[in-house]
Nanobody, 115 residues
């Protein structure tokens, strides 16, 4: 499975940004789809998780009610809609999928939130 993430960039605090992750396979064939972010020198942390069977989603408190994960089956694309962005959302964001016992990662896309 190949994943290509894009959509990062510079945005002002309070603004919105949508990240996209194009998969080489049908998005809904994956068991789970996720977005993570990573600050310099730190481990990646999950910011959005979608369980395909049932559409169950999980968000940490830090982004809950601001970030939304979704997927477009026709476009093989996973999205992360980010609203009310804060300076602490500045990080490199990665998409990830889990399928057939393996986890796959896309390349990171940098999101910078200016104040």
């Amino acid at each position: 499975v190949q994943l290509q993430a894009f959509g990062g960039g510079l945005v002002q605090a309070g603004g919105s940004l949508r990240l996209s992750c194009v998969a080489s396979e049908n998005a809904f064939s994956f068991t789970t789809m996720s977005w993570y972010r990573q600050y310099p020198g730190q481990q990646r942390e999950m910011v959005a998780h979608l369980v395909t069977d049932g559409g169950f989603t999980i968000y940490p408190d830090s982004v809950k009610d601001r970030f939304i994960i979704s997927a477009d089956n026709a476009k093989n694309t996973i999205y992360l809609q980010m609203n009310s962005l804060k300076s602490e959302d500045t990080a490199v964001y990665y998409c990830s999928v889990y399928t057939n016992g393996l986890t796959y990662w896309g390349q990171g896309t940098l999101v910078t939130v200016s104040t």
